[in-house]
């Protein structure tokens, strides 16, 4: 069987299909129980600096299976509450990642210095949320800013520091050049796509925020060209998120350039059950295509070695 384990820097991961933040991971069972079904690691809720409740209800748009759309508002118990969840996972070995938002500079390295005393492996950035007043993508849309952060939490920790980013932009992989420029040691891609449902009979938008952030099966292209054009530019690895709900979408995010992937909507609908299943289903896929490795995959799309099928019409020359 091909070997399933998942390399992103100097972290490796018994297989690339971690928890992404904010969808299960809020308490230390919740992130254990991914770890025991069969995720390869986990990624924390994100967590600031002082306890935040969220919006008011509605928060999250049903499309059937295709997607969500939600804006809960970063909920979260704050800094100081998180480390007793984060022990109970940790202590029981879940590989995690602690994912902290802020304001700025400032208040990100504080949060990194908090974080990275729970004993997380390593950080990740949340620069991305869609719909968080001066918080997430509104910080993550400047090359400038997303830089200046990233620095200023690489002076203040050791751990290995992932940047989330935002898909909501011109051009992510600028986005990702700037974090990579500033030290980051991976880029995770993509956060939610920003979107609105309307409800025609009361006639304002259903969520109460208003807007939210698109997330499920269909904004896996929007993900794959973001890992897609960012590999094409960056170095230092990438972690694919975004619409994953089957081994073949996450061998597509590999072949795109991603060195993991993390699933979060498909937690939602499917149960984290869906860990226990997915690396024997892309184990067979690699075995089937030829793949002694998740690390053969990475990025081969870039360098195609089977020649494309002739289109039907044309001559292939
Ligand atoms: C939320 O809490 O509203 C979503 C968080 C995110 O998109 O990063």
Same mark, same amino acid.
């Given at each position: 069987?091909?070997?399933?384990?998942?390399?992103?820097?100097t &972290?490796? /991961?018994?297989? @690339? /299909?971690?928890l992404?933040?904010?969808?299960?991971?809020?308490s230390?069972e *919740?992130l254990l129980?991914? +770890?025991?079904?069969g995720a390869?690691?986990?990624?924390?809720?994100s967590i600031?600096?002082?306890?935040?409740?969220?919006y008011?209800?509605?928060?999250?748009e049903?499309?059937?299976r295709?997607?969500?759309l939600n804006?809960?508002?970063l909920?979260?118990p704050?800094?100081?509450?998180?480390?007793?969840?984060i022990?109970i996972?940790?202590?029981?070995?879940?590989?995690? &990642?602690?994912s902290i /938002?802020?304001?700025?500079a400032?208040?990100?390295?504080?949060?990194?210095?908090?974080?990275?005393?729970?004993?997380?492996?390593?950080?990740e950035?949340n620069?991305?949320c869609?719909?968080?007043?001066?918080?997430?993508?509104?910080?993550?849309?400047?090359?400038? &800013?997303v830089g200046e952060?990233t620095?200023a939490?690489?002076q203040?920790v $050791?751990?290995?520091? +992932?940047v $989330?980013i935002?898909?909501?932009?011109?051009?992510?992989a600028?986005?990702a050049?700037?974090?990579?420029?500033? !030290?980051?040691?991976?880029?995770?891609a993509?956060?939610?796509?920003?979107?609105?449902?309307?409800? @025609?009979?009361?006639?304002?938008?259903?969520?109460?925020?208003?807007t939210?952030?698109?997330?499920?099966?269909?904004? $896996?292209p929007?993900?794959?060209a973001c890992? +897609?054009?960012?590999?094409? $530019?960056v170095r230092?690895?990438i972690?694919?998120?975004g619409g994953?709900?089957?081994?073949r979408d996450?061998?597509?995010?590999?072949?795109?350039?991603? *060195?993991?992937v993390?699933?979060g909507?498909?937690?939602?609908?499917?149960?984290?059950?869906? /860990?226990?299943?997915?690396?024997?289903?892309l184990?067979l896929?690699?075995?089937?295509?030829?793949?002694?490795?998740v690390?053969?995959?990475?990025?081969?799309?870039?360098?195609?070695t089977?020649?494309?099928?002739p289109?039907? !019409?044309?001559p292939?020359?």
């Amino acid at each position: 069987m091909a070997v399933l384990t998942s390399r992103v820097g100097t &972290l490796s /991961f018994r297989n @690339p /299909f971690l928890l992404a933040s904010g969808v299960w991971g809020e308490s230390g069972e *919740s992130l254990l129980g991914a +770890w025991r079904a069969g995720a390869g690691g986990a990624v924390t809720k994100s967590i600031g600096a002082e306890p935040r409740p969220g919006y008011p209800n509605p928060t999250i748009e049903e499309y059937g299976r295709w997607g969500l759309l939600n804006a809960m508002g970063l909920p979260n118990p704050g800094i100081r509450q998180y480390p007793r969840e984060i022990a109970i996972a940790r202590e029981a070995g879940v590989p995690l &990642l602690g994912s902290i /938002f802020g304001q700025d500079a400032r208040e990100f390295s504080e949060l990194a210095v908090a974080m990275a005393r729970t004993g997380v492996l390593g950080l990740e950035l949340n620069l991305s949320c869609p719909h968080a007043e001066g918080l997430g993508s509104e910080i993550g849309q400047d090359p400038a &800013l997303v830089g200046e952060i990233t620095h200023a939490v690489k002076q203040a920790v $050791k751990l290995p520091v +992932w940047v $989330k980013i935002t898909p909501n932009t011109a051009d992510p992989a600028e986005i990702a050049l700037a974090a990579e420029a500033a !030290g980051a040691d991976a880029i995770t891609a993509i956060n939610t796509v920003r979107g609105l449902a309307i409800d @025609p009979e009361l006639g304002r938008p259903v969520l109460a925020h208003g807007t939210g952030g698109l997330s499920g099966p269909a904004i $896996k292209p929007v993900g794959l060209a973001c890992v +897609w054009k960012i590999a094409e $530019k960056v170095r230092i690895p990438i972690v694919g998120v975004g619409g994953i709900v089957s081994a073949r979408d996450a061998l597509e995010y590999l072949l795109a350039g991603a *060195s993991a992937v993390q699933i979060g909507t498909a937690v939602a609908f499917e149960g984290i059950g869906l /860990f226990g299943r997915l690396p024997g289903e892309l184990g067979l896929l690699l075995d089937r295509l030829g793949y002694p490795s998740v690390s053969d995959t990475v990025g081969r799309a870039h360098r195609p070695t089977v020649p494309a099928p002739p289109s039907p !019409g044309r001559p292939n020359h």
